[in-house]
């Protein structure tokens, strides 16, 4: 046995030295905190364990429930001591630029080669959002599921709040669903339109509930049993006093948001009706431009007759805001604001191609509004979709 160890000792004695560098052996760590969140809350995404002054490039991608792919990509730089924090670290391009938080999840678009005219929805709220990030060695912009990720993690995105009360409406004629807070109220109440394509979406008027308001997402283009030629202002009506009168809505702190075409009813609704007095409305992508003044069928009948204006662009992308231009001085073909007493806010793209949205912005302005915010979203963000 001493003739043995003697052997080994003078073995490991002359046996060259060799060392493996960990440089070469490093495993990139990414991290997203909270794994688990609303799709509006926050995150923190890091990577560590990176060479210093390392090219990577972080990429989110998301399956839709329509099975169409979305993805995000930004291109990094480690610091000094390999680490990539995106709340405060910039994006030296991708799909955004610069320090952007939530880039992976605002900036999604269609992977390439993905059918056209696609649109990115929540439908079924008992299922989270799944985002898939991971990061990739250099700066890349393509081929990233031909290319192995140096690491990868998964993140979910709920639009309902655990506790949140998802109510089906179909009450006087109306459809609906409303959203209610947890706890035991009264909460502000606010009722949801979305465009005039739409149908029922909910995910906007659940996210509100998670955030403290009792949301109605109001079916007034496509309800079942029911024609459009009897959605009129009545309906509207009818729809904001069940919201108002429900026992957990405070029927003095009532709202009406409205999107594209339910933009056009908001404006109608809360200058022209005697019972829908909301104490603010919000107007995303619309104009006053459209009256509502009759039944639902016979409005959008009239938009399509003015199809015969809108151009198509180099990309076979229809221009639509071209039917409302120039905006009219005769006050009869619009809203007349100046009777809408709430505060309004406008919220609008500069690059807005279905409605023109900054000319309708700046006539209402004109108009005698008394208390009108309008905001802009940056032309190079106009996608942001969260």
């Given at each position: 046995?001493?003739?043995?160890?003697?052997?080994?000792?003078?073995?490991?004695?002359?046996?060259?030295?060799?060392?493996?560098?960990?440089e070469?052996?490093?495993?990139?760590?990414?991290?997203?905190?909270?794994?688990?969140?609303?799709?509006?809350?926050?995150?923190?995404?890091?990577?560590?364990?990176l060479?210093?002054?390392?090219?990577?490039?972080?990429?989110?991608?998301?399956?839709?429930?329509?099975?169409?792919?979305?993805?995000?990509?930004?291109?990094?730089?480690?610091?000094?001591?390999?680490?990539?924090?995106?709340a405060?670290?910039?994006?030296?391009?991708?799909?955004?630029?610069?320090?952007?938080?939530?880039?992976?999840?605002?900036?999604?678009?269609?992977?390439?080669?993905?059918?056209?005219?696609?649109?990115?929805?929540?439908?079924?709220?008992?299922?989270?959002?799944?985002?898939?990030?991971?990061?990739?060695?250099?700066?890349?912009?393509?081929g990233?599921?031909?290319?192995?990720?140096?690491?990868?993690?998964?993140?979910?995105?709920w639009?309902?709040?655990?506790?949140?009360?998802?109510?089906?409406?179909?009450?006087?004629?109306?459809?609906?669903?409303?959203?209610l807070?947890?706890?035991?109220?009264?909460?502000?109440?606010?009722?949801?339109?979305?465009?005039?394509?739409?149908?029922?979406?909910?995910?906007?008027?659940?996210?509100?509930?998670?955030?403290?308001?009792?949301?109605?997402?109001?079916?007034y283009?496509?309800?079942?049993?029911?024609?459009?030629?009897?959605?009129?202002?009545?309906?509207?009506?009818k729809?904001?006093?069940?919201?108002?009168?429900?026992?957990?809505?405070?029927?003095?702190?009532?709202?009406?948001?409205?999107?594209?075409?339910?933009?056009?009813?908001?404006?109608?609704?809360?200058?022209?009706?005697?019972?829908i007095?909301?104490?603010?409305?919000?107007?995303?992508?619309g104009?006053?431009?459209?009256?509502?003044?009759?039944?639902?069928?016979?409005?959008?009948?009239?938009?399509?007759?003015?199809?015969?204006?809108?151009?198509?662009?180099?990309?076979?992308?229809?221009?639509?805001?071209?039917?409302?231009?120039?905006?009219?001085?005769d006050?009869?073909?619009?809203?007349?604001?100046?009777?809408?007493?709430?505060?309004?806010?406008?919220?609008n793209?500069?690059?807005?191609q279905?409605?023109?949205?900054?000319?309708?912005?700046?006539?209402?302005?004109?108009?005698?509004?008394?208390?009108?915010?309008?905001?802009?979203?940056?032309?190079k963000?106009?996608?942001?979709?969260?």
């Open positions: 046995m001493k003739c043995w160890s003697t052997l080994i000792g003078r073995f490991i004695m002359l046996a060259p030295i060799r060392t493996v560098s960990t070469s052996r490093r495993c990139p760590l990414l991290t997203v905190q909270p794994c688990r969140g609303m799709v509006d809350e926050k995150f923190q995404v890091v990577i560590k364990n060479l210093p002054n390392q090219e990577v490039t972080l990429h989110s991608l998301h399956q839709s429930e329509d099975k169409d792919c979305w993805e995000a990509f930004g291109h990094y730089i480690s610091d000094e001591h390999g680490t990539v924090t995106v405060k670290d910039e994006s030296l391009g991708g799909t955004y630029e610069g320090t952007e938080q939530m880039g992976l999840l605002w900036s999604l678009r269609p992977v390439p080669g993905s059918r056209p005219a696609i649109r990115l929805r929540k439908t079924n709220l008992l299922t989270p959002m799944v985002v898939n990030i991971s990061v990739y060695s250099g700066h890349t912009s393509q990233f599921s031909q290319t192995s990720a140096l690491a990868t993690t998964v993140t979910e995105r639009y309902m709040a655990p506790g949140v009360q998802r109510v089906d409406i179909r009450e006087n004629g109306v459809q609906g669903t409303l959203f807070p947890p706890g035991p109220g009264p909460y502000p109440g606010v009722l949801d339109l979305w465009g005039g394509s739409a149908g029922l979406i909910e995910y906007r008027s659940a996210l509100l509930a998670s955030h403290g308001f009792a949301c109605m997402a109001l079916e283009t496509t309800p079942a049993k029911l024609k459009k030629t009897d959605v009129n202002n009545t309906y509207f009506e729809a904001y006093k069940i919201l108002q009168n429900h026992p957990l809505v405070q029927k003095d702190k009532m709202a009406m948001l409205g999107l594209c075409f339910g933009s056009a009813i908001t404006f109608s609704m809360t200058a022209y009706s005697s019972v007095k909301p104490q603010c409305c919000v107007c995303i992508s104009s006053h431009v459209v009256p509502v003044d009759k039944c639902i069928f016979e409005v959008l009948e009239d938009m399509k007759r003015r199809m015969g204006k809108v151009p198509v662009n180099e990309d076979n992308h229809l221009i639509h805001r071209d039917t409302i231009l120039p905006i009219p001085s006050p009869d073909l619009k809203v007349d604001a100046g009777r809408i007493k709430c505060p309004i806010m406008l919220v793209g500069t690059d807005d279905n409605w023109a949205t900054v000319e309708s912005a700046q006539d209402l302005s004109c108009c005698g509004v008394d208390k009108l915010n309008h905001m802009h979203t940056l032309k963000t106009h996608g942001r979709r969260f």
